[in-house]
C-alpha cells in the first residue's frame, strides 16, 4: 500500500532542480550549451554563467544568442520547428479555407452585420428562424393553444361536485352534465326575453329508463315537460345532435363524463 510520504515523494518528482539554486522547478530549461537543467530565473546564459558560451564567445557575445540558448523541457527543438513549419502553415490554411466555407458570408460592407453573421452557427440562426415563425403563427392564430384535460381528473371533479340521490349505491351511479340551452321566452309581463343556458353537474341510476330520466332532468333545470299533454315539439335528451329513445336504459347510450342536452 502506497503510504502518504511516498504520495508527496511522487509529486515532487514531477519537476526538476535547478543546477543553480537548486529550486525545483516543474516547468525547467535546458540549456543547450552546458546540457544542464535551470529554473526560469536561471534559464538564461547570463544568469548562470554558462561557461560553454564563455569559451566559444568570449564576454562581447549577442546578448540575443545568449538568451535564446536555452528551451524548456519538452518543447520541440528550433531545428525540428523549422522542419516541421510548413506542414503547419498548409494544415492552418485548409483549416481556414474549411472554416470560411462552413460559415454564410455576407455582402454588405455595415461591420456589425457581417460580424454578427460570421460568429453566428448557420445551425442556430435557423434554430431562430424557425421559432420565430412559430411564435408569429401563435400569435395571429389568437395565443397558445387550450392545454389537454385529463380524462381522469376531469371525471374525478365531475363526480365530487355532482349531486342526485344519496340513496343510490357508489357502483350503480352515472355521472354526466345536463344541460339546458339559451332560448327565447317571455317574461311574467308578456315582454320578450332571453333565457341563459343552465348546465348541472348530476348523477343518475344506470338503469334509469330515459323517460323518467328526462322527468328528473326537466325538474332539475326549471323545464316545463308538456310532452303528455301537449301535440307540438316533445322535449328529449340528447347526446350531441343523437336523440336517446325513451325506452331506453341511461346506460346503454350514456357514459361517465358525457353532456347531455335537454331540448
Known sequence: MTTIAEKSQGLLDVGEHCALCNKIDFLPFKCHECEKTY???????????CVPVKTKTGSGSSSTNRITSSTRLGSTPASKQA??????????????R???TSQPTSSSGAGSSSSS????????ERLKSLWAKKTSSSSSSGGT?????NPLLALAELKKSSKGDEKIPTQNRLYF??????????????????????????????DMIVGRALDKAC?????TNKNNT????????????????????????????MTITVR
Not at 393553444?145 to 384535460?149: A, C, D, F, Q
Open 39 to 49: 529554473c526560469n530565473e536561471h534559464r538564461k546564459v547570463q544568469d548562470h554563467d
Open 83 to 96: 522542419v516541421g513549419a510548413p506542414r503547419l502553415a498548409a494544415a492552418s490554411a485548409a483549416s481556414d
Open 98 to 100: 474549411a472554416r470560411n
Open 117 to 124: 453573421t460570421s460568429s453566428t452557427p448557420p445551425a442556430l
Open 145 to 149: 393553444r387550450p392545454k389537454k384535460v
Open 177 to 206: 352534465y345536463l344541460v339546458r340551452p339559451a332560448s327565447d321566452t317571455l317574461d311574467i309581463s308578456g315582454r320578450p326575453t332571453t333565457r341563459p343556458e343552465k348546465k348541472l353537474a348530476v348523477f343518475f341510476q344506470k
Open 219 to 223: 325538474e332539475l333545470l326549471a323545464i
Open 230 to 257: 301537449s301535440n307540438g315539439h316533445r322535449l328529449g335528451l340528447y347526446a350531441g345532435d343523437v336523440f336517446i329513445a325513451y325506452n331506453q336504459k341511461l346506460s346503454d347510450s350514456i357514459k361517465d363524463g
